[in-house]
Every structure is written in structure tokens, then in C-alpha cells.
């Protein structure tokens, strides 16, 4: 309410600034015709001006803006998944009762086009995950996300990564994941509801990781092509990864 009345207190000024100088120039020249010439021809750019500087340059400013947002958001992206996300995609994985399944949908190829990004991530937005619960080394992956606290939480106080939600999610769903186990002293044993609620977990946060994998690969792809050569060879999903040629 505050911010109305001000705007219009700055309107009446102005309103009232521009009828004095066109007062004063008829108090000097006494010239009517003159003045009307002049205030008609303003008016009638004026719609156009609307157009160029409301419009089309705002839509320039705003697109470059979003580029360079753009641009400090996917450099933050990589830096979440070559400090803990490829090491989750990979070592997880190993405990997915479907990890074939899996792998046949998610092992990127240089051939792929973008039709293929977008199977891939239908397959990503829909995962399903079967985990053997008594396999997977909770304790290891308790000891890496600890590891790892203070960089997560670094990251959720970036204010660029407020405009990609879904990049947000996932920092919220490794956190979560990360306090769940910091939370038992133990996690030998445990009955059988604990390790669900654990599985669940790690499903939730496995989901959201392999979307914006792909997400994040496909923009390489068309931006950073040498960075995407490393991920086409050391990527999880495949065979035998190898960052070496051949």
C-alpha cells in the first residue's frame, strides 16, 4: 500500500512539473498552436515508445539476463554431480535389483539425438526402483553424505538455484536422505520398517538425480562438447566406463 501511494505522489509530480513547463512556455512565446503541435506529436510516438523500450528492449534484457542465470545455474549443476552426484549414480546402482533395466534406458550414446534425451527422461520421471535393502552399504553411504554436508548446504544457499525447482528438489531429497541416517546411531540391525523408510528415501533422491543427469548431459551436449566426451566415457550406465580413448 505503501509503494502505491508513492507512485502516485511521484505521478502528481510529474504531471504537475510537465504542466508547468508547458505554462511557461506559453507565458513566453504565447504560442498555443506551437505547444499543441508539439504535445500531439509526443502522444502519438508514445505507444511506440511503450513498444520499444517496454517490450522489445525489456525482452533483450530479460533474455540476456536469463542466459547468464542460465549459464551460473548449470555451473553449479556440475559441481553437484562431480563432487557427490556421479559417485551416487554409481554406486548405487550396484545394490538395484533392476540396475539393467536401468542401464538399457539412462547409457547415453554419442548418437543420440534429442528424441532420445526425451525417452530417456520419461523413463528418469517415472522411475521405479527395486533395492535390496540388505545389500546396500548404508554405512558408507552415511560416512560419504556427512562428507558432504557443508558443501549441500552451501548449495541450497545459492540463490540462483531458487529458479530451477526441480534442481532444489533434489538438493532437499540428498539432504533429507543425509539426515535420516545421521539420525541413527546404528545402522546394523535395523528392523525391517526403518530399512523401507530408508529405501524410500534413497528412491526419492535417486529419481530426481537421474532426471537432471539427463537433463545436465543434454546441455552439455550442445554447449560444452569436451566436457560431454568425459560423461559419454565415464558415466555409469554403460559397460565398462573408462575415461581413456578406445
Do not use: C
Not at 154 to 172: S, Y
Amino acid at each position: 500500500m505503501k509503494g502505491y501511494r508513492i507512485f502516485l505522489l511521484l505521478a502528481s509530480v510529474f504531471l504537475v512539473t510537465s504542466t508547468l513547463f508547458y505554462y511557461a512556455h506559453y507565458l513566453i512565446f504565447r504560442d498555443p498552436h506551437h505547444i499543441f503541435i508539439y504535445l500531439l506529436g509526443d502522444v502519438a510516438f508514445l505507444p511506440l515508445e511503450v513498444f520499444l523500450v517496454v517490450i522489445v528492449i525489456e525482452r533483450i534484457l530479460s533474455r540476456r539476463e536469463k542466459q547468464a542465470m542460465l549459464y551460473k545455474l548449470n555451473m553449479a549443476i556440475g559441481a553437484f554431480f562431480s563432487e557427490l552426484g556421479n559417485w551416487l549414480l554409481h554406486d548405487l546402482i550396484r545394490f538395484f535389483n533392476n540396475r539393467e533395466e536401468i542401464a538399457r534406458n539412462l547409457n547415453i550414446t554419442a548418437a543420440w539425438t534429442s528424441n532420445d534425451y526425451k525417452k530417456a527422461t520419461a523413463f528418469a520421471n517415472h522411475l521405479k526402483i527395486s533395492i535390496d535393502a540388505h545389500k546396500i552399504d548404508l554405512v558408507g553411504l552415511k560416512a560419504f553424505l556427512a562428507q558432504k554436508r557443508m558443501y549441500l548446504l552451501t548449495l541450497l544457499e545459492n540463490p540462483n538455484l531458487l529458479e530451477h525447482d526441480r534442481f532444489t528438489d533434489l538438493l532437499w531429497a540428498t539432504t533429507h536422505l543425509d539426515e535420516e541416517l545421521e539420525a541413527r546411531t546404528s545402522l546394523e540391525n535395523l528392523p525391517e520398517s526403518d530399512l523401507e523408510h530408508l529405501m524410500v528415501d534413497i528412491q526419492r533422491m535417486y529419481d530426481h538425480l537421474a532426471s537432471e543427469w539427463l537433463d545436465y548431459v543434454e546441455y552439455l551436449k550442445s554447449s560444452y562438447p569436451f566436457l560431454y566426451s568425459l560423461v559419454l566415457r565415464t558415466h555409469p550406465f554403460q559397460e565398462n566406463p573408462s575415461p581413456m580413448f578406445g
